[in-house]
């Protein structure tokens, strides 16, 4: 038991460090763009960015990318809140579970990845960068959030592991 908590904690020390790099880089998110007039939000360099999910020519926005970033939290919110269940009430189904299910993740996961890139894609890079310059550094935090979010996944099929460690031996 000693021993499993010993990398129990380990990993809870990382994932949260992980929630300190994602809250930093929403941090910056936010510094990219910090007032909301009449439906847009105006960054520091006064450039428009639709609050809608797609824009008037159907490409994605910011909008688009944190509803998917908020629905891959969501997930992985449960999961911890499974991991939390499953440690208190020694429960190795819980623990074999949510090890086994990790492919959902890669369901949210993989496709907003895949979504980001393509949000850089969308227009040619000189335009896109012409009519805002902040789009990379975006979409870069956007993927560094998304990654984050799958490592805190990993981190919690390790801890699993440690409880069915605890309880079977």
């Not at 979010?149 to 099929?157: K, P, R, S």
């Amino acid at each position: 038991f000693l021993t499993a908590t010993l990398h129990i904690s380990s990993d809870l020390g990382r994932i949260s460090d992980t929630i300190v790099e994602i809250a930093e880089a929403l941090l910056k998110i936010a510094s990219l763009s910090i007032e909301s007039v009449e439906g847009k939000i105006i960054d520091h360099r006064q450039h428009v960015i639709p609050i809608d999910a797609v824009d008037q020519y159907g490409n994605m926005t910011d909008v688009f990318i944190i509803r998917g970033l908020l629905d891959l939290g969501k997930e992985i919110t449960y999961r911890i809140q499974q991991t939390i269940e499953a440690f208190t009430s020694s429960d190795t189904t819980i623990a074999r579970r949510i090890g086994t299910e990790h492919d959902l993740v890669d369901v949210l996961y993989l496709p907003l990845c895949n979504d980001i890139l393509n949000m850089q894609m969308q227009t040619p890079a000189l335009s896109t960068l012409q009519y805002d310059a902040s789009i990379i550094q975006r979409t870069t935090y956007f993927l560094w959030i998304a990654h984050k979010l799958e490592q805190i996944a990993d981190y919690l099929i390790s801890i699993c592991k440690r409880i069915i460690f605890i309880v079977e031996g």
